[in-house]
């Protein structure tokens, strides 16, 4: 039997560390396959132009978010009126799902964190289900969820 601190002969565990045969590195150019490509005469599509957005205003605004300039664009939308502020959150969930429910399939909404998410969710469902667009019966259904702290892929 081999010594107990030799695990095989790419590992061994000395007090507080394991040490590892050396991973392959690879070089910055495999890093980035698509600079090779292009090195080897692949032709570049580069996506510069915004063609489905048909209102002047709305694609000026759109480049605008393209360069990263958001502060400049949410003044000019306040200035056109579509900025709106809703105060209270119960108030703001409910108008955002109204949207929602008068046409779904054109309407997204994006949620600035989980919890936000998980509550817009249950609104617009309770609302779905109002409108007859959803079932009433609910039918639950066990789901995994990582334990909190649980980063395993």
């Known amino acids: 039997m081999p010594p107990a601190h030799v695990v095989s002969r790419s590992r061994r565990i000395w007090p507080n560390r394991i040490d590892r045969a050396p991973r392959r590195r690879r070089s910055r150019r ?26 002047p205003e709305l694609k000026a605004i759109v480049e605008q978010l393209a360069r990263g300039d958001v502060h ?46 998980q509550d817009l969710n249950d609104v617009i469902h309770r609302m779905m289900q109002r409108e007859g667009c959803v079932e009433q019966d609910e039918h639950r259904t066990a789901a995994a969820v990582a334990a909190p702290g649980d980063h395993r892929r």
């Open 72 to 117: 400049s664009v949410v003044e000019r939308l306040d200035h056109q009126d579509r900025v709106h502020e809703i105060g209270p959150r119960e108030e703001r969930l409910s108008a955002i799902a109204n949207e929602y429910v008068k046409d779904p399939h054109a309407t997204l909404v994006v949620a600035p964190d989980n919890q936000s998410r």
């Open 30 to 55: 495999t890093r980035h396959g698509s600079g090779q490509l292009q090195e080897a005469g692949l032709r570049t599509a580069h996506l510069d132009e915004i063609v489905r957005q048909p209102d």
